[in-house]
Each structure stands twice: as structure tokens, then as C-alpha cells.
């Protein structure tokens, strides 16, 4: 029903611009009639192709621009971070003092195919545990010293 109407209000649209209807919404002959069916169908089956192709193209063209806008700005500096993480990963070696993804610092013991297998505690007291290296997060001592107490006056 929408579009029937869409289209009658196109084809008084393209019948008003060729002078063949008076502002009153008569037609301005009697053998008009004719001229009018030919007019509006072509008309009606010209403005599709002009206008849908142009929009189809408008269309994909936006959609590309926010594709690559997201991929530039979050994609591209995630893959960036992910490589680098792999890298570090790859690049440790037994003595390394490393932290996990949950926040526990160990040295690195022995290095495997798939895991480090980490020694965690402190001077005498430790425990060797077999940790995925994805699971490394970086390179890094623990700062075991407690930070400064400030002085009230």
C-alpha cells in the first residue's frame, strides 16, 4: 500500500516538472491521457535504475568507510598489542622474572614446548608451577619494599 502510494506521488512529481498537470491537479488536455500512461512509465521505469544504482553505490561506500575506520582504529593496534605479547613471550628464558596474567610473580625455571614452569615464594620457601605461556603477561621483578609513610603535622 506504501508503495503504491510512493509511487502515485512520484508519477504527480514527474507529470507537474513536464508541465503536463496544473497546479489544480487536472490534466491540462483532453487527448492528454495518453502522453500521461507513456510519460509516467517512463518515468516509473527509468528513476529506479538511475537512483537505486547511485544509491547501492553511496551505500557500499559508506559501509566500507566504517568497516576500515573500525579496523584502523580497533583491530589494527590489537593485533599490533598481540604480536608483541607473542613475541615476548617467545623471547623468555629460564631466569626471567615473569608476571601472570592473574598477578603472581615467579621466575621462570624451565622453559617448555607449551608452558613455563615457574618458581613462586619467597628465599627458601618456594613452589614450582607449571603456568601456559599465554598466560604470561611480561618481563618484570616484584617491588617488594613497602612505599613511604607520609608524616602527618
Do not use: H
Amino acid at each position: 500500500m506504501i508503495d503504491s502510494l510512493v509511487n502515485g506521488i512520484q508519477q504527480l512529481v514527474f507529470l507537474a516538472a513536464d508541465g503536463l498537470i496544473r497546479p489544480g491537479g487536472v490534466p491540462t488536455g483532453t487527448d492528454i491521457a495518453d502522453t500521461v500512461v507513456t510519460q509516467t512509465t517512463n518515468y516509473v521505469a527509468a528513476a529506479p535504475e538511475a537512483a537505486g544504482g547511485m544509491n547501492l553505490w553511496m551505500m557500499l561506500l559508506v559501509w566500507g568507510a566504517i568497516f576500515g575506520g573500525f579496523w584502523f582504529l580497533m583491530m589494527r593496534p590489537q593485533k599490533k598489542r598481540e604480536k608483541k605479547l607473542k613475541e615476548l613471550q617467545a623471547s623468555i628464558k629460564a631466569g626471567d622474572n615473569v608476571v601472570t596474567n592473574s598477578g603472581l610473580f615467579g621466575r621462570v625455571a624451565d622453559v617448555g614446548t607449551d608452558c613455563f614452569v615457574v618458581e613462586m615464594g619467597i628465599s627458601g620457601r618456594t613452589v614450582k608451577v607449571p603456568i601456559l605461556k599465554s598466560d604470561v603477561l611480561g618481563v618484570r621483578e616484584p617491588v617488594l619494599t613497602p612505599p613511604p609513610k607520609e608524616v602527618v603535622e
